[in-house]
């Protein structure tokens, strides 16, 4: 496989760490730490690259809303003409707000509830993923008491092993998703009885962060088997959704995953026998979109050393940024001075090793460990890259700490997306006890 040279818009101009043109240093005076700051410019790049490398397969790229909700970032993918995937009705709501096509919607999870579809149906979303028996009775239910037709896909569960980390594993027969590939056509035969529904594809999505094509193709082997299968027997099935999934580089030195142009020759091989079959092929990525993008900007607070170690605290924490604590994950680190090139960013001055920690009163409290980084001063800026997917999504209050801003850079001017929280939004919904 040929490694591609990782796409990252952070970048030293002068020793200065800048995403596109606009120096961290200054969003950080401007804006406050911590603070998300992506690029407008990645973000197009990647779903370029992404759908330019399905080019010649009938195809819908529907970005999945959970890596990244924000209504800036939302917008400038649906002004490139994508579609979303979402998994609850807060994710159409924002994906509406954006300016988004609901008819470009396809809507995945185990648990949707009746309101949930019932106001997916009124927006006229694409497709439902629906994943179990009881799902489709119910959307069934919904949709005749609405007088509408749900276009329903199966998630079925190809039972293959993504080879990443369990927590994002969703492929695997004891996972919660989809149903398996044994039972789906007794549940489409049910399925096409069933009032106001049209069966129209299949989908699957079988795990994060994969690093290997082979997985990806192993699965959709599987579900271009059953849909012929099906066609032979009266389905005529004219969607495949593959779902998300290709990971990207987190700096590790680890084995480079796909590029989106591996992938998407892989995946049109493997979709070979349904060519000239009018099967139209949706996928959901997230990550391989916006995680580049992305980096979250702290300043130091402290350093301290024990007998064991050197810890560099930093007011950013696992609110802000939860992957290293949830997953163990990796993320690179750039000190935003002191700094030199564009891929790779080699810092320019001595090191030391460190663990990068956050203010959270919890041992998991951690952004790294055993990092090697320069030692820095107490004010300066780290920025922790590759966190423009599953960082500022997944953030809470915990603490009772504000969430950070988020800003999109776009050449060198930048836009607020989402302002800091205030400590007065934090406590609107309480009340003190009578
Ligand atoms: N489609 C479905 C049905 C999914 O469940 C997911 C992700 C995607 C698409 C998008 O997958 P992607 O292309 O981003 O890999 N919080 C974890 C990742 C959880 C992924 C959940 N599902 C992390 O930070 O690594």
Not at 401 to 430: D, F, M, S
Request: aromatic letters at 6%.
């Amino acid at each position: 496989m040929t490694a591609q040279p990782t796409s990252t818009p952070f970048h030293y101009i002068d020793g200065k760490l800048h995403c596109e043109g606009v120096a961290l240093d200054r969003i950080a005076a401007e804006q406050g730490t911590p603070v998300y700051v992506y690029s407008r410019g990645e973000l197009e790049r990647a779903y370029k690259a992404f759908t330019g490398a399905l080019a010649g397969i009938e195809h819908r790229v529907c970005f999945s809303v959970k890596a990244n909700s924000n209504l800036g970032v939302l917008s400038v993918l649906a002004g490139l003409g994508a579609g979303a995937d979402i998994v609850s009705y807060g994710e159409l709501f924002r994906w509406l707000k954006a300016g988004g096509d609901p008819a470009k919607v396809v809507f995945s999870g185990v648990g949707k509830t009746d309101d949930e579809m019932g106001k997916a149906l009124d927006a006229g979303i694409m497709i439902f993923n629906v994943e179990s028996d009881e799902e489709l009775d119910a959307l069934s239910k919904v949709a005749v008491a609405r007088g509408k037709r749900a276009r329903v896909a199966l998630r079925v569960n190809p039972d293959v092993d993504p080879q990443t980390h369990p927590y994002i594993s969703t492929g695997l027969k004891q996972n919660k998703f989809g149903v398996s590939m044994h039972d789906a056509p007794a549940i489409l035969r049910r399925a096409k009885a069933l009032p106001a529904l049209d069966i129209v594809g299949i989908d699957c999505h079988i795990g994060s962060q994969l690093t290997k094509t082979s997985p990806f193709t192993d699965a959709i082997a599987r579900l271009v088997q059953l849909i012929l299968d099906l066609r032979a027997d009266g389905i005529n099935i004219t969607s495949i959704d593959v779902g998300g999934g290709l990971g990207i580089d987190y700096g590790k030195g680890d084995a480079l995953p796909p590029s989106p142009a591996e992938y998407g020759d892989a995946v049109r091989a493997a979709l070979a026998p349904l060519t000239a079959l009018g099967v139209m092929l949706l996928c959901e990525p997230g990550r391989v979109i916006v995680g580049q993008a992305g980096a979250l900007v702290a300043s130091v607070v402290f350093r301290k050393t024990n007998e064991a170690k050197h810890f560099t605290i930093i007011d950013g924490a696992m609110n802000d940024l939860m992957r290293p604590a949830l997953y163990g994950s990796f993320h690179p680190m750039w000190p935003v001075a002191g700094g030199t090139g564009a891929h790779g960013l080699i810092s320019t001055r001595a090191t030391i090793t460190t663990d990068v920690v956050g203010p959270i009163c919890e041992t998991g409290d951690f952004l790294g460990r055993d990092r090697t980084l320069p030692e820095l001063a107490r004010g300066e800026l780290l920025a922790i890259g590759a966190a423009g997917a599953y960082g500022a999504v997944m953030s809470s209050n915990y603490n009772t700490r504000p969430r950070a801003p988020e800003i999109l850079v776009a050449g060198t001017n930048y836009t607020i997306v989402r302002k800091r929280e205030t400590l007065e939004q934090l406590i609107a919904n309480e009340v003190v006890a009578g």
